[in-house]
């Protein structure tokens, strides 16, 4: 059900399912399971993405405080790899990344909790992600590193000349250009 991963708070979650002749059932997000394993976050907006190609890069991203969001992650169709990058001061494992494959055939999630950058690169075309925020949409504290900064070392599994980006991602800060507003705080 709730899988830890290096870093501290970014944990992968398998819903259960429901299998029947008909197909399956699952929740997706139950806020009492999630409190079951000491997840208290909550969610106030959930955003869809639709990619045509494979190799299409969205990311590295966070809004900074006072709007930081944690995120619920999850693929409706195709594959992805998802990238958590703890940008915490202070963190022990401050700079360093975890990757997890998402898929819709598993179901699987990432949960990424405030103080990380986010982003994603699709191994399939027609990618359909979908994922829960902990705060709204605030532009003005949105914040973007380039997806290949050669300080993070992120392996995409792609060539990064062959990601698709939007003009913002290509025009991305460096990591090491990054002004982190977060300060370290263990979670559960
Ligand atoms: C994030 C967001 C965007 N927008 C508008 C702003 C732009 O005009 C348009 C596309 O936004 P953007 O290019 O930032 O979309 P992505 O590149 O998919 O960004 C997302 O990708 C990575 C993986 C993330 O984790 C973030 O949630 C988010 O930054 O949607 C909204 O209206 N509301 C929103 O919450």
Redesign the pocket.
Known sequence: MIEKTELDGVVIIEPRRFTDSRGYFCETYNINTLAEFGITTTFV?D?Q?FSEETGTV??L?FQAPPAAQA?LVRVLSGVIWDVAVDIRSGSPTFGHWVGCELSAEKGNQLLIPAGYL???VTRTPKCTVAYK?SAP?TPATEGAVRFDDPDLAIDWGIRPEDAVL?D??AAAAAFADLNTPFTYEAHP
């Open positions: 907006q955003n993405s969205r990311g991203h995120k986010h982003g994603f925020c949409y939007s913002k991602d």
